[in-house]
């Protein structure tokens, strides 16, 4: 088992910066992929960003070049910064894990899930 939690969420203005953090516990974090989703109401929850044991990273393109993936397997602590907000990066911030090598981008390819923690950016 993993257990995550994340951390970070807030509100902030457009052009604006934040930083997600998500903790985890449990099974080792060095073998595990760890990946950020978000969802808006009404929405899907869709997938942000990803990234591997070898710290090797993926982006949707909706947040490409803002938005930056991280990783401490000596404190088994993933990040997530987030630079140059937009209205519609508002929505429930997600921190995920899978027991594997390789990221995916599906949020069904993740079994352990955070509680999620609340983005808001006003314009």
């Known amino acids: 088992q993993v257990q995550l939690v994340e951390s970070g969420g807030g509100l902030v203005q457009a052009g604006g910066s934040l930083r997600l953090s998500c903790a985890a516990s449990?099974?080792?974090?060095?073998?595990?992929?760890l990946g950020w989703f978000r969802q808006a109401p009404g929405k899907e929850r869709e997938f942000v960003a990803a990234?591997?044991?070898?710290?090797?990273?993926y982006y949707a393109d909706s947040v490409k070049g803002r938005f930056t993936i991280s990783r401490d397997n000596a404190k088994n602590t993933g990040n997530l910064q987030m630079n140059s907000l937009k209205p519609e990066d508002t929505a429930v911030y997600y921190c995920?894990?899978?027991?594997?090598?390789?990221?995916?981008?599906?949020?069904?390819?993740?079994?352990?899930w955070g509680q999620g923690t609340q983005v808001t950016v006003s314009s």
């Open positions: 995920a894990a899978r027991r594997s090598w390789i990221y995916r981008t599906s949020p069904n390819e993740y079994a352990y």
């Open positions: 449990g099974r080792t974090f060095s073998n595990i992929a």
């Open positions: 990234i591997n044991f070898s710290g090797d990273s």
